[in-house]
């Protein structure tokens, strides 16, 4: 059973517009929602995080929405760059697991210029 | 810097041959993580640790080992490479600090490892 899934393999968008990228969980002990980035050849590096406290986390181009009771959370980006096409990994994790974070299977962003 | 590190970056081996993934960070993290992802999928956790010393399973620790001797080390060892072991390694380091848990792993670059 997948705890945390991305539903859309790939999404693509042109240059300036809004991407949105979503993710549903069904385990209702997470308590922390990650988005990571991943370029090829790469490690993930971390995106954007919110606590499950809160329904809304902003950072520059960057913002995450969390629906609990939907057990839902989205990324938007606003304005899209060409730069931003990479696969964006959801993550989750409980406040008392060691860290151990779930992750969904990603989605392929392409922004097109 | 250089945060975390992974040693080869890519490796082909035989059925059967064993080998050890390297991992080393120099940010005095406590907690270490060791996840695989297959093609098209989500990283998978295999072990992790929350101190020299202390080690766990993850989600599929099967055909995998871990040791944890020092803070900054935690090597990966297969012993009897399989080709369902064909996958790309992320070792991974988190600092828990204050009182959120929301704190962000740092992952190194990856190693791939094909089985034939």
């Known amino acids: 059973d997948q705890q945390v899934k991305q539903n859309s393999p790939s999404l693509s968008v042109q240059e300036g517009r809004i991407s949105i990228l979503n993710c549903d969980y069904t385990?209702?002990?997470?308590?922390?929602f990650l988005w990571y980035k991943k370029y090829p050849a790469e490690g993930p590096t971390f995106l954007i995080s919110?606590?499950?406290?809160?329904d809304k986390n902003e950072d520059g181009r960057f913002t995450v929405f969390l629906n609990k009771s939907a057990k839902h959370l989205s990324l938007h980006i606003v304005p899209s760059q060409p730069g931003d096409s990479a696969v964006y990994f959801c993550?989750?994790?409980?406040?008392?697991?060691?860290?151990?974070?779930?992750f969904g299977d990603g989605t392929t962003l392409t922004v097109k210029p | 810097n250089a945060g975390v590190t992974q040693t080869p970056k890519f490796r082909i081996l035989k059925i059967g041959q064993s080998m050890t993934l390297q991992c080393a960070q120099d940010m005095n993290h406590n907690y270490m993580y060791w996840y695989r992802q297959d093609p098209g999928m989500g990283l998978k956790l295999i072990y992790y640790?929350?101190?020299?010393?202390?080690?766990d399973k993850g989600e599929v620790p099967n055909g995998y080992n871990v040791s944890r001797s020092t803070t900054e080390d935690f090597p990966l060892r297969l012993e009897l490479a399989a080709p369902s072991q064909t996958s790309v390694y992320f070792c991974?380091?988190?600092?828990?600090?204050?009182?959120?848990?929301?704190?962000?792993?740092?992952f190194g670059p990856g190693t791939r490892l094909t089985v034939l």
């Open positions: 993550a989750a994790r409980g406040n008392t697991n060691a860290g151990k974070s779930t």
């Open positions: 919110i606590s499950s406290i809160k």
């Open positions: 385990n209702s002990m997470f308590d922390y």
């Open positions: 991974a380091t988190l600092e828990i600090y204050g009182t959120s848990g929301a704190n962000e792993q740092f």
């Open positions: 640790s929350v101190g020299a010393g202390i080690t």
